[in-house]
Structures are given as C-alpha cells and as structure tokens.
C-alpha cells in the first residue's frame, strides 16, 4: 500500500518553498492573479488540464483516474487578508497592508503537493480528481458573492459534475498533531444584521422633548442577550453578539440615530429561525415601546457547514491509517464560518482541520492575528491525509 506520509515528506520542501513564497506575496480575494498563475503553471507542468477564471481568479484543474468512476473535488482557498503582518518572520509579506494571517497560503501550498502526489497514482485513481483552487473566501470583497459562490456560478460543479468534496483548513486553535474530522455541523451558518433605531434629536438637558435613540439601544442590546439564554435550548447552540455601535456626536445632544451592527451564528435552520424572530420583535418591540422607528435588516453570511457520514467516517479511517500517531478529535466544531459551506449544500462532503500551532516557537497566535504563524510540519499532514483519503473515496464508492 501507498505511504502517503512518506511521499509527502519527500515533497516537504517543495511544498514548504510554494507556502513561504504565498506568504511574500499575498493578494486579497478576487486578486489572486499572480497565486492563481503559479497555481495554474504547476498544474500543466503535471499535465493537467486547467481551466483559468472559473469564478473570476479562480483555477480549476481535472486529472482523470486510470479508471472510470465519481469525480471527487478537492478544495483549497487562496485568498490574503487586509492586515499589516508583525510576525517577524524571514518570509514575511513583501505586500504592505496585506498578509496571509489565516493560512490560506498553506491551503494552496498544500493543494499543488497532493496534485503531484495523486498525478503519481493516477493509475490507481477510479474516478476524477476536480482540484478546486478558490478565491475570496475571506468576503465578498466588493463583489456580490463570495468566492465559492463565484466559482459554482461558473459551473465549478458541473462538466464533469462534481459528486464529492473534500477541503481542509490549517488549525491554529489546536497544536500540530490534532486532527479535527467530524460528521454533521462543523462551522456556523452566519448572519450579519444592522439595526436603524430612529428618534428624535434635541437638547441633552430636555431629553422630555426628544426621543432618545441612545436609551432604546441599550435596552435592545440587553434584551438581545436573552435570545440565546431564553429562547434557544441548552442543548442547541446560537451566538448573537452585537459588535459595534455608532450613535451622538457631543455630550449635550441627543442624537437622532442610533446603529448596530453584529452576527448571528448557528448550526441549525430551525435554531436560526427561532433566532432571527425573536431578534425582529425584540429590537422593534422595545424600539417602538421607546417611541423610537427601526429599520432592521438580517443578511445570511453563509449557511452550517455540514459533514456527511460516509464520506467523514472515510477520512477518519484514512486518517487513523495514515496519521496513526495523531490526535484524532471527532467532536470538534467551531462557531467561524466558511464559504464552502455552499459547496456542501449541493455536495456531500467532509472538511477537516489539521491542527498547526506550536506554542514552543510561539506559533500559536489565532487566525486573523498580526502575528499569525505556525509550524509547517502541519502542511505534510495535510497533504498526506488528503491525498490518501482522496484516493480511498474514490476506490470504495
Ligand atoms: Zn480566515
Ligand atoms: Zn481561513
């Protein structure tokens, strides 16, 4: 049998010279031009047929197996982040004001090393390898929709059409050798609102005259916290949080308006449900009861990223064969969010995390951090357990 883990040792420099070179020159999503060119270069050097702009800077790549069988997709984000990078590091952004603070630079990094670990086997492979290298998954960056979006406005999942996935995401939550594979809801679905609440301005020493915007909000802010303590059940799980707050411009002014924005996240549509209703008659409820107009607006981010049973008990298998000295979580779920969430609502699908921090180094700062690094042993993990794991699916189905 194949040892993946030793092919993908063997490729470790490779892999890691791919990753270092991302990480100097980031682009933010819809801009991967120059990291979808290498992606694209590497791919037809292997061979494989590439099709360029399928969701904008989005590269797909189709390697067909010695024999027939399902076309399996295999995922990979390739967007950087707006933040000025202070890790310090030798292979630091080269690109001011951006950086790849979520690993996403290894996600592609990792993608071309299972590309030329399952070209090697494609005699082996009884279906299709449909590898997905996505842009924008981090927002809509001035788009209409998201990266994945993009991609399957663009048939990402068609021609051939797609009937399995698998994506992964580099954990810094978590030290390297964890591995996170579980079945059902892993990440939230999102939501972001904004609330308008309208008063009536005046002087802060005649609040009688006014309506004050400023009172009603924090009374919803309070009463908002009630939703997940007495509307949702212990046993489920829902997060509203109200992030900013923007109202008044001097001390002896009542302002005419107050505005809130923040997320809703849940793992289940009838939780969400019950989530966003109650949220509509709170804020208007005690709006209104203070005299106040409100203007509400709830937007879905993403909906639950939801892992299918065969698929994940697959992985894990592959993992405890592959990996067997890991850390094997099959409970782990996050309240984050990802676009790939879309792509599994169309597509069974497993998504995994690969545990990449290395508190001993100080490679432990979470996703999104200035100082956002961790250990690249975590990259050969990745790339062996979803090569094997593609070759194992494509053989059982
Ligand atoms: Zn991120
Ligand atoms: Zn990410």
Redesign the pocket.
Known sequence: MTDFLTQAKELFPYTQSLRRDFHRHPELGFREIRTGGIVARELELLGIEVTKGVGKTGVVGLLEGGKPGPTLLLRFDMDA?PIMEETGAEYASQNNGVMH??GHDGHTAIGLTVAKILHAHRDQLAGTIKFCFQPS??GNNGEDVGGAEMMMRDGVLDGPKVDMSISLHLWNEKPLGWLGVKNGPIMAGAEIFTVRILGKGGHGAIPDVAVDPIVAAANIVNALQTIVARNVSPLDTAVVSVTNIHGGTAFNVIPQEVRLEGTIRTFDNVVRQRVVERFEQIVRGIGEGMGCQVVVNIERITPALVNNESITSQVQETARRVLSESNLDSSYQTMTAEDMAFIQEKVPGCYFFVGSNDKARHLDYG??HPKFDFNEEALLRGSALMAAAAVDLLNEK
């Open positions: 982040l603070a979520c998954e981090e996703h999104h």
